[in-house]
């Protein structure tokens, strides 16, 4: 069975950083993209960040670019986002997904694996 866990979130002040992680079991991704999502209390998953199987290729949201980075330890299995200056907005629920099915890394649709979820709070 896969399972996808992720943990680093909790409660920052705005400007903070926190560093999530995501640890896959069952299964490997070292040779597919991986991503995170997040969705805040009313609103739909949205993406946020994805890096492709070597970590070559690194894909942002808007909202994110330049404060988050996403990097992967196909090693590990395992898949990061660093998230600094955190503001307000930021606060969700942060989902890992895997990919093995294909589509554009930008598409929930495209994940055909997820994690738990881990809630990122930031205070103002």
């Known amino acids: 069975q896969v399972h996808l866990v992720e943990s680093g979130g909790g409660l920052v002040q705005a400007g903070g950083s926190l560093r999530l992680s995501c640890a896959a079991s069952?299964?490997?991704?070292?040779?597919?993209?991986m991503g995170w999502f997040r969705q805040a209390p009313g609103k739909e998953r949205e993406f946020v960040a994805a890096?492709?199987?070597?970590?070559?290729?690194?894909y942002y949201a808007d909202s994110v670019k330049g404060r988050f980075t996403i990097s992967r330890d196909n090693a590990l299995n395992a898949v990061y986002l660093q998230m600094n200056a955190l503001k307000p907005e930021d606060t969700a629920v942060y989902y890992c997904?895997?990919?093995?099915?294909?589509?554009?890394?930008?598409?929930?649709?495209?994940?055909?694996?997820w994690g738990q979820g881990t809630q990122v709070t930031v205070s103002s």
């Open positions: 069952g299964r490997t991704f070292s040779s597919y993209p």
């Open positions: 890096i492709r199987w070597n970590g070559e290729r690194t």
């Open positions: 997904a895997g990919s093995t099915s294909g589509g554009s890394v930008y598409y929930r649709t495209s994940y055909d694996y």
